[in-house]
Structure formats: structure tokens, C-alpha cells
């Protein structure tokens, strides 16, 4: 079992509607978690983190957390073209604050 | 304010070869991690440098080692080159306690080994 898993995709959606994107991790020890967006050919970028259960929203992204279950999950408001990306969730222990784990990312696309 | 600068952006090698790429944090930032990540998968952790030590390793051979210099930058030698080492290599910058808040990546050294 990899300790971040995601769904690869490719996830389609019509612009203007909702990508829901979703990440699941193994270790219960986990303390914080992002999402990056990575454009092809490109570096990743942070979108958001989040460290409590709940929903935290920033614009047209809401990071959600579930502790209980171990998943994450970002969804995207509104999307537009420019979202078409790749998706990666990160996982950091608590006692390895400094280090990320990664999944191997969502492609999205957002059709026009 | 300038990010994470990287060099070389391609860099092509024979196998057997070695090769050394930097990297020169944020403004700000003291904590330099460095990354793996093959073609269609998500970023592999190889070391993270803070306070020009090593303090944290993933799960690479001796072959990757690195260093990290009094102005923050640093860097990541790899030798004995082999085919699989080809790939991008990503340095990615944060402050100690927050990695918590995430990290700023530089736009990666593309290494292809041949």
C-alpha cells in the first residue's frame, strides 16, 4: 500500500462545474497536508494546507480533512480552463515536519 | 523576492558519469529538500539539508549525497549514473518548523541520462 494514494485520472469536467479531487494516506500519524498543482512540464505549485478536520476554503479551492477516515480532499469551484493541471497531494508527519510525501498526483481537465 | 533558483535546467549524461546540481533557496528560507520525480509520478523525497546538515534521508543509495553551504544554497551530487537516474530533480525550500506550511520548489534540473 503507498502511504499517499490518488486517483490518477484523468478527471474530465465541463468549465464552470466542480472537480472534486481525493487522496487518501496510511499513516494515522499524519499531521498536515497540501495540495500542489503542477502544470505540465512545470515545477509544483502550493495550493493550499490544512491541518484540522473540517473544510478550509481559499477562493474557488476548499481543502477538506477527515482524520478519522485518513483522506483529503480539494475541490475546485467554478472550473476553468486554466485549472487543467496535474494535482498532487502531500502528507507530513508530525514527527517529520520538514518532509512531504507525496501521491502521484491527479490529472484534471476542464473541457471549455 | 526571489524564489528557488535552480541550475543547470537539462543536463544530459553518460552512464557511469557524475553530476552535481544546485540550487539556491528563497529569501527567507533556511531549509533546502531535495526531489526525484520520474515521468507520470509524484515527487520522491532523497535528503533535506538545515543548518548545512543532513536531517532527514528517503530511501536513495550512497550514490545521491549533498550539501548545504552557509548561505542556505546547496547541493545534490549523484554518481555512477545509471538510466534510471533520469528524471527531474526538483529542490524545494521551506523554514524549519514549516514544513508545515509547505514548500517553494524551484522549476527543476531535467537530468537524462543515456
Known amino acids: 500500500q503507498k502511504e499517499v494514494e490518488q486517483n490518477s485520472g484523468p478527471l474530465s469536467v465541463p468549465e464552470g462545474a466542480i472537480a472534486s479531487l481525493n487522496c487518501t494516506y496510511s499513516?494515522?500519524?499524519?499531521?498536515?497536508f497540501f495540495w500542489y498543482r503542477q502544470y505540465s512540464g512545470k515545477s509544483p505549485e502550493l495550493i493550499m494546507f490544512?491541518?484540522?478536520?473540517g473544510d478550509k476554503e481559499d477562493g474557488r479551492f476548499t481543502a477538506q480533512l477527515n482524520k478519522a477516515s485518513q483522506y483529503v480532499s480539494l475541490l475546485i469551484r467554478d472550473s476553468q480552463p486554466s485549472d487543467s493541471a496535474t494535482y498532487l497531494c502531500?502528507?507530513?508527519?508530525?514527527?517529520?515536519?520538514?518532509?512531504?510525501?507525496f501521491g502521484d498526483g491527479t490529472t484534471l481537465t476542464v473541457k471549455p | 523576492d526571489a524564489g528557488v533558483t535552480q541550475s543547470p535546467t537539462h543536463l544530459i549524461k553518460t552512464r557511469g558519469q557524475q553530476v552535481t546540481l544546485r540550487c539556491s533557496p528563497k529569501?527567507?528560507?533556511?531549509?533546502v529538500s531535495w526531489y526525484q520525480q520520474a515521468l507520470g509520478q509524484g515527487p520522491q523525497f532523497i535528503f533535506q539539508?538545515?543548518?548545512?546538515?543532513?536531517?532527514q534521508r528517503g530511501n536513495f543509495p550512497d550514490r545521491f549525497s549533498g550539501h548545504q553551504f552557509p548561505n542556505y544554497s546547496s547541493e545534490l551530487n549523484v554518481n555512477a549514473l545509471l538510466l534510471g537516474d533520469s528524471a527531474l530533480y526538483l529542490c524545494?525550500?521551506?523554514?524549519?518548523?514549516?514544513?508545515?506550511?509547505?514548500?517553494?520548489f524551484g522549476s527543476g534540473t531535467r537530468l537524462t541520462v543515456v
Open positions: 524545494a525550500s521551506s523554514l524549519p518548523s514549516a514544513g508545515s506550511y509547505g514548500y517553494t
Open positions: 499513516d494515522r500519524g499524519s499531521q498536515s
Open positions: 490544512i491541518y484540522s478536520n
Open positions: 502531500a502528507v507530513n508527519l508530525e514527527t517529520n515536519a520538514g518532509k512531504s510525501t
Open positions: 529569501s527567507g528560507h533556511d531549509t
Open positions: 539539508y538545515y543548518e548545512e546538515e543532513e536531517r
